[in-house]
């Protein structure tokens, strides 16, 4: 049955998926390996790594040693246009690793004469192989390759690296020798013409054995390059000494540099002798050659030349710094042209270094001082290279921001509007941690009155440092953009604020987002597009903050609107459309679900899965994300316990509310027994009156059921690793009190507690058949945040009591566990019990 989709052309199986399963199926079991490779087929979709690329990846090492002659042969016959439509595919891998097999089997049948074929096919056509670790494997192939040499072939692709390098200036005695064996002219001038691929004109001993051997072949003394005369003076003569002349050049050049650099700390040396005499003026050039006029690096420690001065002038240059910046008045008005002044950016540097060495002297400085300083402060903190300010530079910032915040504001603003016209303003994430709600405010207002091109950029950032500001803001623009109060010019922003709300989502503004999809399906599409073409590295994050139930609701709502079969296909490399970042979210959405392992996160799975019932993906998904909450919520038995369960078989360990509810089942099966029992215990359930016998009350009913368990569980001391207790419960409504509390608590350290509501209740109970739902599971259940219910009914009817129901007990029974298991959902279990209390 499976053979013709394992070997034959199915133009049903789009993308190999059906072939690759049939042939993991029959191999080597039904189909052998002849067969296997003969059945072999282009991929059909590159972009698809399935069961037929899986089977092939796996292929090379289910062949057993002796079939490797067979594999080998194969592969060395490949088809050119087959390797060329499959080069770094499964094919390329399978042949690879198969030649690198065959290294070691070499003495074996003919696989020596198939593996330099496949290599010879490689080297003609450019095809990657790896080169034998061991050195015999190597020279093997190598001897081969040259006795059966191509002429169709270059000499060099034996030594070059693209051809495995073959052979390499270590194999030169073993090719000299090779040579001296040799009778074969053709094989000997193959080897004259590799030995001079290899050969080392500063070895001596080479150069001999080489003109030795080389000067018996024509083809070879020929060469005027190598044998023939070069006069001096001659156009030759010039070249040839050019090219042994550029090492040379190099150490000159070299040289050159380091007269280079003596010169500069020469420079720098008439510099400080300058200040030094009363010329602070002169204090930019002297930062500008100790950086090596790298005007933006203003750590001056981390300058070219720090290291030449810094024992010596260290102390001398603090004080150049305290001096210029007492004494230098900066005029800034440069900070908003396409200019700079290397004055002011020396005085950043001097700042930046007396608060590294004397924060003391920064601290003492006025604010008048930073209102002067604070629009180069902004400037240079914006135009660092680094990617991050350093503690100091952010600390330096700040004491300028405090010193007059209205007006640093105000001069970052218009730094900020200068750096859209300079598509510079993605430097503004170095200075995020100063942008608090009050300038959070004023960016806003930025955004909303000018027509900056990358007010969406400026609103991440605010989502990042000021998001209360951020979020009022981007919501009040997204419920005006589906109220159609937004003009065409705000509506491209407020696409974006619904973008960021949702890439920044959280919990409890669930319920807006919803009713906003379902008010404007179209924009709501749209925003959903923006937020994850903009936001791919954070969508686990983001999906994250979701509860289970809400992936699953909008997992539900992208399948809706992006349906699967109008996914994309790419047989190529390519560039991620918008389609295709859907197809990517909606896959770590189902992944997350699948890898929560949780009760909730597989409910949630089913809901989807129910809503698409013919897709047969959440089938598997649903198996997987099963064994993610078996791995997750499994709790292995201690040593210990699993000790007493083996010398007690009546012992039972609890670790969950289900081990619960059968350790309670179990016990409530021991009490129907006792009350029909030898000594049958219904009579205490049971009023003598002068007519006979009545029931007594539920109280009484739930009391009888309490004691039992108390002395069933407690008291015989069954349960080994919790302590479990039996109490009424404090729900209060109409004197009831027939619900019953069952609680394990660890008697480990961390006393975690385990707990079960039963629900008692008599046949002759009105609302026997619907309390299960109305009281156990609606209102107990979520009381006591409890997933497991036991409904317990006293069975009456007999001798002493007139049966109203029509029904017998076993079908009562059958009737209530039918509800219990329609009632139960997967986060909730509830069970139910029929006690035979008659007389």
């Not at 087959?82 to 891998?93: G, H, V």
């Not at 650099?261 to 008439?270: A, D, T």
């Not at 089938?619 to 083996?646: G, H, Y």
Request: charged share 30%.
């Amino acid at each position: 049955m499976l053979i013709p989709f394992a070997i034959e052309e199915n133009n049903d199986d789009t993308d190999d998926e059906i072939k690759g399963a049939a042939l993991k199926a029959l191999y080597p079991e039904m189909l052998s390996i002849k067969d296997v490779l003969k059945s072999l087929t282009p991929i059909k979709r590159d972009s698809l790594y399935g069961s037929y690329k899986g089977f092939l990846d796996t292929l090379n090492e289910s062949i057993p040693d002796c079939n490797l002659d067979i594999a080998v042969e194969f592969i060395s016959n490949w088809d050119v246009d087959f390797i060329t439509r499959n080069s770094l595919s499964p094919f390329e891998r399978l042949r690879i690793k198969i030649l690198e097999r065959a290294y070691h089997h070499l003495e074996t049948g003919n696989i020596l004469i198939s593996v330099v074929k496949c290599i010879k096919l490689c080297l003609k056509h450019h095809f990657q192989f790896t080169r034998p670790d061991n050195i015999n494997e190597r020279r093997l192939i190598s001897k081969s390759l040259i006795e059966s040499w191509d002429s169709n072939l270059f000499i060099h692709q034996l030594t070059s690296s693209h051809g495995g390098q073959l052979i390499d200036s270590n194999d030169w005695d073993w090719l000299v020798e090779y040579f001296e064996t040799s009778n074969e002219r053709s094989t000997q001038l193959v080897i004259v013409n590799v030995l001079k691929l290899i050969l080392d004109l500063s070895n001596a001993k080479e150069c001999v054995q080489f003109l030795e051997i080389a000067t018996r072949f024509d083809e070879i003394k020929s060469n005027k390059y190598w044998f023939g005369p070069i006069e001096l003076d001659s156009k030759d003569a010039k070249d040839l000494k050019a090219f042994y002349q550029r090492p040379v050049q190099k150490i000159v050049k070299r040289t050159r540099e380091e007269r280079m650099q003596e010169s500069l700390i020469r420079k720098i040396r008439e510099q400080i002798t300058k200040i030094e005499s009363g010329e602070i003026a002169e204090w930019w050039k002297f930062i500008h050659f100790l950086s090596d006029a790298n005007d933006f690096e203003f750590d001056i420690t981390k300058h070219k030349y720090w290291s030449a001065f810094e024992n010596d002038f260290s102390e001398r240059i603090l004080i150049f710094s305290k001096r210029y910046l007492q004494e230098y008045t900066p005029n800034s008005s440069w900070t908003f042209t396409s200019e700079y002044d290397r004055r002011e950016l020396s005085g950043y540097c001097a700042i930046v270094f007396v608060s590294r060495f004397e924060p003391d002297f920064i601290s003492s400085l006025p604010d008048k001082f930073w209102v002067q300083w604070h629009e180069t402060i902004i400037y240079c903190s914006l135009s660092d290279f680094k990617n991050e300010l350093s503690t100091i530079q952010q600390e330096i910032l700040t004491r300028c921001r405090l010193a007059g915040q209205q007006s640093f504001d105000d001069s970052l603003i218009l730094q900020i509007q200068h750096l859209f016209r300079r598509n510079s303003i993605y430097n503004l994430r170095k200075i995020q941690f100063i942008l608090d709600p009050t300038f959070g405010k004023k960016l806003i207002k930025l955004i909303t009155e000018s027509s900056l091109d990358d007010s969406d950029y400026l609103l991440s950032i605010l989502f990042q440092q000021s998001e209360l500001v951020a979020r009022k803001f981007a919501w009040k623009e997204v419920r005006a953009l589906f109220e159609n109060r937004n003009s065409p010019k705000r509506e491209r922003l407020a696409i974006f604020c619904g973008a960021k709300l949702f890439e920044y989502i959280k919990q409890d503004e669930w319920s807006k987002y919803c009713a906003l999809a379902h008010k404007g399906p179209e924009l709501s599409k749209k925003i959903f597009i923006q937020s994850i073409t903009n936001s791919e590295s954070r969508y686990k994050h983001q999906i994250s903050q979701l509860t289970a139930e809400q992936r699953a609701d909008l997992l539900i709502w992208i399948l809706l609107n992006f349906p699967k079969k109008e996914d994309p296909i790419h047989a190529t490399i390519y560039s991620p459309a918008d389609r295709d970042h859907v197809v990517t979210y909606r896959y770590e959405l189902v992944r997350s679900l699948i890898e929560e392992g949780s009760i909730e996160s597989v409910n949630s799975l089913k809901k989807v899965s129910t809503r698409f019932c013919n897709d047969e993906d959440f089938k598997w998904w649903l198996v997987s994300a099963a064994e993610f909450m078996r791995r997750n919520t499994w709790i292995p038995i201690s040593p210990r316990d699993l000790q007493f369960i083996f010398n007690d078989g009546k012992m039972r360990v609890i670790r969950n509310e289900k081990e619960l509810s059968d350790v309670i089942i179990e016990s409530l099966d021991r009490l129907d027994k006792k009350l029909q029992g030898e000594n049958p215990s219904a009579f205490f359930l049971w009023n003598k009156t002068s007519k006979g016998y009545e029931p007594k009350d539920e109280n009484s009913l739930s009391d009888f059921v309490k004691m039992h368990l108390e002395y069933d569980l407690s008291g015989r001391n069954i349960i080994i690793n919790r302590e479990v207790e039996i109490k009424r419960s404090s729900t209060k409504g109409k004197g009831e009190r027939t619900d019953l509390l069952v609680q394990a608590i660890s008697n480990q350290p961390n006393q975690d507690k385990i707990t079960l509501v039963i629900e008692t209740k008599k046949c002759t109970h009105a609302d026997v058949e619907i309390a299960m739902e109305s009281q156990l599971k609606k209102r107990y259940l979520n009381t006591y945040k409890s997933t497991v219910g036991i409904y317990l009914v006293g069975w009456y009817y007999g001798n002493h009591l007139k049966n109203n129901k029509k029904l017998s007990k076993g079908k009562f029974a059958a009737k209530l566990e039918e509800q219990a298991i329609e009632l139960s959902d997967g986060m909730l279990e509830l069970k139910s019990i029929v006690l035979d209390c008659t007389i």
